[in-house]
Nanobody
Framework: QVQLVESGGGLVQAGGSLRLSCAPS????????MGWFRQAPGKVREFIAG????????YYADSVKGRFTISRDNAKNTVFLQMNSLKPEDTAVYYC??????????????????WGQGTQVTVSS
């Protein structure tokens, strides 16, 4: 069974930074595109950022462009989300996701094959 474990969430003041990590237990990690999603209370889960299997193509939601950066280290079997200039409206549970191909990321699909359990990010004013 594929499992994805997120870490790095926490409490930060507005304007600060956090880096989330996702360590998937996927033997063929380089065959998967990876994505980050978030869900705030009372809202639907939304796509934030995605990266293809080799790391040379990325895609971002308009709400985080210029502030968040997704990257991956295939040698360490890990994907990251660097979050800078955080705002209170970024407060949400952040989820790591994985699936093959890249179309699901371009289309901002909320139905990837595998999900992590989520990590809470809280940005205070």
């Amino acid at each position: 069974q594929v499992q994805l474990v997120e870490s790095g969430g926490g409490l930060v003041q507005a304007g600060g930074s956090l880096r989330l990590s996702c360590a998937p237990s996927i033997r063929t990690f380089t065959n998967y595109a990876m994505g980050w999603f978030r869900q705030a209370p009372g809202k639907v889960r939304e796509f934030i950022a995605g990266i293809n299997y080799s790391g040379d193509n990325t895609y971002y939601a308009d709400s985080v462009k210029g502030r968040f950066t997704i990257s991956r280290d295939n040698a360490k079997n890990t994907v990251f989300l660097q979050m800078n200039s955080l705002k209170p409206e970024d407060t949400a549970v952040y989820y790591c996701a994985a699936d093959r191909g890249f179309r699901w990321i371009v289309q901002q699909s909320t139905t990837p094959a595998y999900w992590g359990q989520g990590t809470q990010v809280t940005v205070s004013s």
